[in-house]
């Protein structure tokens, strides 16, 4: 699992037949236990253990909509899943939507985490800004047992992450922060 924190995407899980929606966030809280991680918690509940323990590391496994640890992000889309839809028999058939474009390897990582985490099919639904339930025709949310959207409540959050993401690599580079912003 890797161990670097970042700002949590926001996932939000709306079951169709029921009307239900989850809203959890992408992180996973882990503790050592006999030189292996062991899974404390995953979501808003280990949101909700942030810096109550000193031996329990919460880890970000998705960066800005980008899967940066396959393991974690299944392990939360596991859990996701099995809170919405329980111990059915049959497996959900899943649309997915994100607040950025993906490329064609986004993608596919989603389509193989969604699967090994208990989808019967799933469907890349575009890249979506705002109310997703409002902007999917509702005879193609039909379609679907699950639909999921990728996002961040507090987009300011994002862009804060990023802006600093990209004055470190200004400063790698040898390009002060000054000439960094002349370039816009």
């Known amino acids: 699992m890797s161990e670097k924190y970042y ?26 236990e006999e030189e292996r991680m062991k899974i404390i918690a995953i979501g808003n509940e280990a949101e909700e253990m942030w810096n109550n323990q000193e031996d329990i ?53 989603y389509e193989d985490i969604l699967y090994f985490a208990g989808a019967k099919n799933v469907k890349f639904l575009g890249e979506i800004q705002g109310d997703f339930l409002k902007i999917i025709p509702k005879n193609e949310i039909d379609k679907y047992d699950i639909i999921i959207y990728l996002t961040k409540n507090d987009y300011k959050a994002f862009v804060k992450e990023r802006a600093e993401e990209m004055l470190q690599y200004a400063e790698k580079l040898g390009v002060s922060k000054k000439e960094l912003l002349e370039l816009f």
């Not at 939000?12 to 882990?30: D, F, G």
């Not at 939360?76 to 809170?83: M, N, V």
């Open 7 to 32: 700002e949590p995407t926001d996932i939000k899980l709306y079951v169709v037949e029921n009307r239900k929606l989850i809203e959890e966030k992408s992180l996973i809280a882990v503790r050592m």
């Open 57 to 109: 590391k919460i880890i970000s496994p998705i960066h800005q909509g980008t899967v940066e640890d396959f393991i974690t992000a299944e392990n939360i889309f596991k859990h996701i899943i099995k809170k919405a839809w329980g111990k059915r028999f049959k497996k959900p058939i899943i649309g997915y939507c994100a607040m950025q474009e993906l490329s064609e390897v986004g993608k596919k990582l």
